[in-house]
């Protein structure tokens, strides 16, 4: 399902233990730790959901100053959706016949 | 998928990673070469920084990727969360597919063939111009069109309806810059680049929440900070602690309304403490008070003595004492480079271009313009209100090349472009935006056509617009990819291609064009605009009988829609409407935009010019080609903007304004509304976004803890918001955020219970008609303990 890379900015007091903290999940590689205190990470997540509420949790990590978004690649998903085996959820579909009631 | 290409695609989005920070990782060539994706380089659809990205679509010609545009002098890469997800709104079911048609806006719709739909629109803007006369159509558009499609509309509704109603969502967000920029520096838009935040050493953010509205921005001051901790200073001035707030050096939190009198507090100490520059003041600036009547600057310091730092602390209250005012005032000044950023909170208020004035005062005081790390620098909040709206012709009062309609001399030029006949053009501005709803409201308008936008939730008091939408009498096409609270209220519906399923150009704000071509196929029988209005007009000037009314599209007429449509009215827009004016585009060909990553910061007069990027600091010899070939004296800064015949930078007297509508005793709190990181506008795009929606389902109203404690509302309670226009219900979020006296509601929810904009006030700046959506004032009460909420979006 979807694959996405960060570029994580830590505080730099202690980027190891950070960088440990965010290995606590399998689906979280960290793939590099420069001397600015940025780190390269990758997450292999089961979905979509899983994907935002592993992103969710890191940038919470204490040490953490921010999680930016470079890539994402959700083929496998956007398959399911265009075969409608999956569909989105907030997806309500088309029904838009009358004006809503103005209050 | 296998395992490996599992694997090969998360080696190549370390590697994307680790290229954007310059850190080397093994094994590139093979996992790029086993990508089997098609990359394509464009724009940002969410917001107006203009990040740049590449669009990975699979040998099905689908969607299935996205990644930052490394090259790109905007993001060098880096996304949001929004930037990253937006492309996936493309596959969505909800996506209008089939032009819809009712008569009557209380039956339901159906589906008509492209034919049908053309004609009716067409019949029915003819018949209303020949009926009630030219003004009673109406075009609104929006900063999310592409550049072609402002211009195209508004040479339509100029030369085939001869009106100039022709309005867009941007006045709503930065008409006051427009007004702040042309009567302060002269000409509109930006001096500078964002390039100047990594060679500042202060950066003063008034009235913008950047980390929420500008995540990619953003990142770049924080990085810039933390990399000189000792050297940089930050001040935020705003009434809200904020995400932006957390990395300030000093944090100046006023009452709502008293930001005019703050910013002329810190001119006070500056002139006080004699931290002006005398040199630049006497080369390049002259003093103005009330319509641009000159004075001198003994008159200007006079102006200040009501706003000495112990006055104005008592004036701004919160954390407000002269001591801070004098500290911001100094960091401001004696720094190597102060840049200045802000947006709403400046621009949507009722004296939104007083504001505006009042940062360009520091800057022109302390001769921080025109320099490496100096800047007074707007923020947009959409990917093309500059480059498309402002730029364009997109506004009442404005033609293409920033010429003002009522300009007879400028109104030729157009028309002489254009080939139809002087005075084809009328000579009088059209209706604004509140006013053009305002003339819904009365009938007066007949034809309307919204484009991209939804104004029957982005209105401010929307509740007394919708009525007049709602009219029978009032024919309303909407153009749009999904449902929203404006197709509700529409006749016609007409499903337009979406970001990167057409081509054509983004303005960002720092005067940068970007091209997007097209990389996939829209749904269904979604249309991208240019053609659509291309179509219309035809069947318009048949309608019509009038051959001129032909002419504003028949150089575009039957040209392939993808790609060479939009390429010959960009081509006529820049080669034509462009040149000798300040936004000179005529560089930046489509052949040239394609070859660069980052497009091309205007003036750029030649192509050759526009492959070097463009100009990156306006004004300034050896810059700026217009610097120079506009000289008129042998000083390095040439302010040859078209607002200002004495070429000076113009310091303004301004004094302290509050709010429209100020607290008392029966409304007690101040209402100010805005945005938070995960939703955009109307949440017509990011609320069908899964991610994004589940991060924030729904508006909340922060109220700070002591006000929660007096009205006895705890975290999650609902809570209803009162104004004098009505009422919304929305969970409480008791935070220290919102200064003591102020309730901060997001205003994305479509929901009819949360819809922020239907209590908020319709007042609007007098010189820049922009409505001061930022304050107002209300009552709150606790309604019940927390409740389940369903997120809603229109369907």
């Known amino acids: 399902m979807p694959i996405a890379s960060f570029i994580m900015t830590l505080d730099r007091h202690d980027p190891e233990q950070i960088i440990r903290n965010c290995q606590c999940d399998s689906e979280v590689e960290v793939h590099g730790l420069d001397d600015a205190g940025q780190a390269v990470l990758v997450i292999d997540a089961t979905s979509s959901r899983r994907l935002e509420e592993l992103a969710t949790r890191l940038q919470q990590l204490d040490g953490v100053l921010s999680l930016v978004p470079v890539y994402l690649n959700a083929e496998d998903e956007i398959a399911r959706i265009e075969s409608g085996e999956l569909r989105p959820e907030f997806s309500f579909g088309r029904k838009s016949e009358?004006?809503?009631?103005?209050? | 998928m296998s395992l490996s290409r599992r694997d090969f695609i998360k080696r190549s989005a370390a590697l994307t990673a680790a290229s954007y920070i310059g850190m080397t990782l093994p094994g590139a060539t093979t996992a790029q070469a086993a990508e089997e994706l098609t990359w394509h380089r464009g724009s940002c659809r969410l917001c107006g920084v203009g990040c740049r990205v590449q669009l990975g679509v699979n040998v099905k010609g689908v969607a299935v990727a996205l990644r930052g545009e490394p090259k790109s002098r905007t993001n060098f890469g880096y996304l949001c969360m929004k930037g990253m997800m937006f492309y996936r709104?493309?596959?969505?079911?909800?996506?209008?597919?089939?032009?819809?048609?009712?008569?009557?806006?209380?039956?339901?719709?159906?589906?008509?063939?492209?034919?049908?739909?053309l004609d009716i629109a067409a019949r029915k803007f003819a018949a209303a111009k020949r009926e009630h006369g030219p003004d009673s159509t109406a075009y609104y558009g929006s900063g999310q069109c592409l550049t072609e499609e402002t211009y195209l509309f508004q040479k339509i509704m100029r030369t085939a309806l001869q009106t100039?109603?022709?309005?867009?969502?941007?006045?709503?967000?930065m008409a006051s810059a427009v007004g702040g920029y042309l009567s302060s520096f002269g000409a509109d838009e930006p001096i500078g680049s964002y390039a100047n935040i990594e060679k500042s050493s202060c950066i003063f953010l008034i009235g913008s929440n950047m980390a929420e509205a500008h995540p990619v921005l953003f990142r770049r001051v924080m990085r810039h900070k933390l990399d000189n901790r000792d050297r940089v200073k930050i001040i935020n001035a705003d009434p809200r602690f904020s995400a932006t707030s957390r990395i300030a050096d000093l944090h100046l939190q006023f009452k709502p309304g008293t930001d005019l009198a703050l910013l002329n507090a810190i001119a006070y100490t500056i002139i006080d403490e004699k931290l002006f520059d005398q040199q630049f003041l006497a080369d390049y600036a002259t003093f103005r008070q009330g319509k641009a009547e000159q004075v001198d600057m003994t008159a200007y310091w006079q102006s200040l003595q009501d706003y000495s730092p112990e006055k104005t602390a008592a004036i701004c209250g919160g954390n407000i004492d002269a001591e801070k005012i004098r500290a911001a005032a100094r960091m401001f000044a004696t720094s190597k480079g102060s840049v200045s950023f802000w947006c709403m909170g400046i621009n949507q208020r009722k004296r939104g271009v007083w504001a505006n004035n009042l940062i360009h005062n520091l800057h022109i005081l302390t001769g921080q313009l025109c320099r490496e790390g100096a800047d007074s620098f707007s923020l947009t909040g959409q990917p093309n209100a500059c480059g498309g709206v402002r730029e364009g012709g997109g506004l009442c009062h404005i033609?293409?090349?920033?010429?003002?309609?009522?300009?007879?001399?400028?109104?030729?030029?157009?028309?002489?472009?254009?080939?139809?006949?002087?005075?084809?053009?009328?000579?009088?501005?059209?209706?604004?935006?509140?006013?053009?709803f305002q003339q819904v409201n009365s009938g007066a308008i007949k034809a309307l056509w919204i484009n991209c936008t939804s104004p029957a939730q982005s209105l401010p008091n929307v509740d007394l617009y919708r009525q007049g939408m709602a009219r029978e009498d009032v024919f309303i096409v909407t153009s749009d990819i999904f449902p929203t609270r404006t197709t509700e209220l529409s006749n016609l519906v007409l499903p337009t291609a979406f970001h990167f399923e057409k081509s054509g150009v983004y303005g960002c704000s720092e005067r940068r064009s970007q091209l997007t071509l097209k990389a996939v196929e829209p749904p269904g029988d979604a249309r991208p605009e240019t053609w659509i209005a291309t179509e219309w007009c035809a069947r318009l000037a048949d309608q019509l009988q009038d051959p001129v009314a032909l002419q504003a599209v028949k150089p575009f007429l039957g040209k392939e829609m993808a790609v060479a449509q939009p390429q010959a009215i960009w081509d006529e827009y820049t080669q034509q409407l462009t040149k000798h004016r300040d936004n000179d585009l005529r560089g930046a060909t489509y052949q040239v935009l394609g070859q660069m990553a980052d497009g091309v910061q205007w003036p750029a007069p030649t192509e050759a010019y526009a492959l070097t990027g463009g100009t990156g600091i306006k004004f300034v010899k050896g810059i700026d080609p217009l610097a120079s070939s506009e000289a008129k004296d042998d000083k390095p800064y040439q302010f040859y903007g078209p607002g200002h015949p004495d070429r000076k930078l113009w310091v303004w007297i301004r004094p302290q304004a509050g709010a429209d509508e100020e607290p008392d005793s029966n409304w007690p709190l101040y209402l100010s509304t805005g945005r938070v990181i995960d939703h955009w506008h109307t949440t017509s795009m990011t609320g069908r976004i899964p991610e994004l929606m589940r991060a924030n389902p729904y508006s909340f109203v922060e109220i700070n803890p002591r006000d929660a404690r007096q009205y006895g509302i705890s975290p999650n309670d609902m809570v209803e918001i009162e104004t004098r226009r009505g009422k919304v219900t929305m969970p409480a979020k008791v935070v220290e955020g919102p200064i003591v006296g102020t309730v901060f509601a997001y205003w994305h929810d479509m929901h009819e219970d949360r819809m922020i904009n239907k209590v908020v006030k319709d007042s609007f700046d007098p010189g820049s008609k922009e409505p001061e959506f930022k304050i107002c004032a209300c009552r709150i009460r606790r309604v019940s303990g927390p409740q389940a909420l369903t997120p809603f979006v229109v369907s």
């Open chain 1, 98 to 103: 009358k004006p809503a009631p103005l209050s």
């Open chain 2, 89 to 117: 709104i493309m596959a969505h079911p909800d996506r209008l597919t089939k032009p819809l048609y009712r008569e009557s806006k209380q039956q339901p719709f159906r589906e008509i063939s492209w034919d049908e739909a």
């Open chain 2, 164 to 173: 100039n109603n022709v309005e867009g969502n941007p006045r709503l967000c």
């Open chain 2, 399 to 436: 033609l293409p090349g920033h010429r003002p309609v009522a300009n007879e001399k400028l109104r030729n030029q157009v028309e002489d472009a254009w080939g139809i006949p002087r005075g084809r053009i009328a000579p009088k501005p059209g209706a604004h935006t509140m006013k053009m």
